[in-house]
């Protein structure tokens, strides 16, 4: 796997090399930072595009084509299946192509942006600067505070993670970075977890 990281545009240049070399339509569902970067202009960088289905085409045809995108672009991008996603119950029926990409063959298919959204919250457990992923979505693509509490409340709940309160905490710390201390407290006592701390975080 690729050590290093890259921004929106080689991984751009990454895909559209991917699909020059394809030799049949191919349709991917992909998750992580690379569907953060590539479908809503998250400038966070990511070293791999994780995918959690291949929608149509062959797994062959597709990684040919990978291996060709990294010889010719000497970008060593990882595209590889997706090993832990903790994502809302009913993404699925939420998913959609990216937009703009100037691709004949590839269809890049992401999911909705709240729902990424919790992704990287429920990721945040484990890796807290997912977070900062968020924060810079909710920039661009303004998060709505019912939307988000209501999409937790209704889906989060059905996902297996090994740590429900974990989880909890995980999403009242980043609600109180989204939309402030109170409203993070009060997410924080609806679920029985104590109250985000914040630290002073650079830029804020």
Not at 88 to 102: C, K, M, S, T, V
Not at 157 to 180: C, I, P
Request: charged share 30%.
């Amino acid at each position: 796997m690729s050590l290093e990281d890259f921004d929106r545009r080689q991984l751009l240049t990454f895909l559209r090399a991917v699909d020059r070399n394809l030799e049949s339509d191919a349709a991917v569902v992909v998750v992580g930072g690379a569907a953060l970067s590539v479908a809503y202009g998250v400038e966070k960088r990511t070293s791999d595009i994780d995918v959690i289905d291949l929608v149509r085409g062959s797994n062959a045809d597709l990684s040919n084509a990978v291996s060709k995108a990294r010889k010719e672009t000497g970008l060593a991008v990882s595209v590889s299946p997706a090993t832990v996603t903790v994502i809302p119950d009913r993404f699925e029926g939420r998913l959609r192509p990216a937009r703009g990409l100037r691709l004949r063959r590839l269809k890049f298919i992401v999911p909705e942006k709240y729902d990424l959204a919790l992704s990287k919250i429920a990721a945040s457990m484990n890796r807290p600067h997912d977070l900062d992923a968020v924060l810079e979505l909710h920039a661009k693509h303004r998060l709505s505070k019912r939307v988000l509490l209501a999409r937790f409340d209704e889906e989060m709940a059905r996902v297996s993670v090994s740590d429900e309160r974990q989880l909890a905490l995980a999403f009242a710390v980043a609600v109180a970075e989204l939309y402030g201390d109170e409203a993070g407290r009060q997410v924080a006592g609806a679920y029985g977890v104590p109250a985000p701390r914040l630290k002073a975080r650079p830029g804020k």
